[in-house]
């Protein structure tokens, strides 16, 4: 199971962390990753990051602005976001599945975490 939390409305330029706890998997064979789909957009890959080797990847547009981390202890992959602008604003789905991991190969699915970046 999959579970997000953190999303909510932000003004522009705030910063805010946005968390996916992964609680009865098995990760280490697998990588975990974030994707958002903003209203009457396709759905994008935000930052994937392979549990096993830490390796990790950024869309252009987050990529300075984004910091995503995995989290031994408690199985979650966090995210920081810094500066966020209106485009950001999306329904934020975890996801769990194969290195390197893209939607159409995703094993598991959270239910999504709101965040809104005001105007």
């Known amino acids: 199971q999959l579970a997000e939390s953190g999303g909510r409305y932000v003004e522009a330029g705030a910063s805010l962390n946005i968390s996916c706890a992964a609680s009865?998997?098995?990760?280490?064979?697998?990588?975990l990753g974030w994707f958002r789909q903003a209203p009457g957009k396709d759905r994008e890959s935000v930052c994937i990051?392979?549990?096993?080797?830490?390796?990790?990847w950024y869309r252009n547009s987050v990529k300075d602005r984004f910091t995503c981390s995995r989290n031994f202890a408690k199985s979650t992959i966090d995210v920081v976001m810094n500066d966020l602008r209106p485009e950001d604003t999306a329904t934020y789905t975890c996801?769990?599945?194969?290195?390197?991991?893209?939607?159409?190969?995703?094993?598991?699915w959270g239910q999504g975490t709101l965040v809104t970046v005001s105007t």
């Open positions: 009865g998997q098995y990760v280490n064979s697998y990588a």
């Open positions: 990051i392979n549990w096993r080797t830490s390796q990790t």
């Open positions: 996801a769990l599945g194969p290195w390197p991991l893209r939607a159409d190969h995703a094993k598991k």
